[in-house]
Nanobody
Framework: QVQLVESGGGLVQTGGSLRLSCATS????????MGWYRQAPGKQRELIAS???????DYTDSVKGRFTISRDHDNDKVYLQMHALKPEDTALYYC????????WGQGTQVTVSS
């Protein structure tokens, strides 16, 4: 059974930093391209960062240079380091595979105050 458990969200001021974690199980993690997604109120969920099995990465323009995705193959975890946070980064953040997503976890809320 696939499980995705996100954590690390919170309330920060503009310019602050957070590090999100995602614990996975049942995914065949070592062969999956993983991603971080977010869903802001009233908007569709979007893929903002992804990481391949060779740790090459890709980012959507809005987070490029501020967010860093990484993965831990020993512990089947994915991380998202976020710096220079802006109010428009406020959203519910999820991790999942990039192709053939598994059931979504609960997500972790990030709120950036102005």
């Amino acid at each position: 059974q696939v499980q995705l458990v996100e954590s690390g969200g919170g309330l920060v001021q503009t310019g602050g930093s957070l590090r999100l974690s995602c614990a996975t199980s049942g995914l065949l993690f070592s062969i999956r391209r993983m991603g971080w997604y977010r869903q802001a109120p009233g908007k569709q969920r979007e893929l903002i960062a992804s990481i391949n099995t060779d740790s090459s990465t890709d980012y959507t323009d809005s987070v490029k240079g501020r967010f860093t995705i990484s993965r831990d193959h020993d512990n089947d975890k994915v991380y998202l380091q976020m710096h220079a946070l802006k109010p428009e980064d406020t959203a519910l953040y999820y991790c999942n595979t990039v192709i053939l997503q598994a059931s979504w976890g609960q997500g972790t809320q990030v709120t950036v105050s102005s």
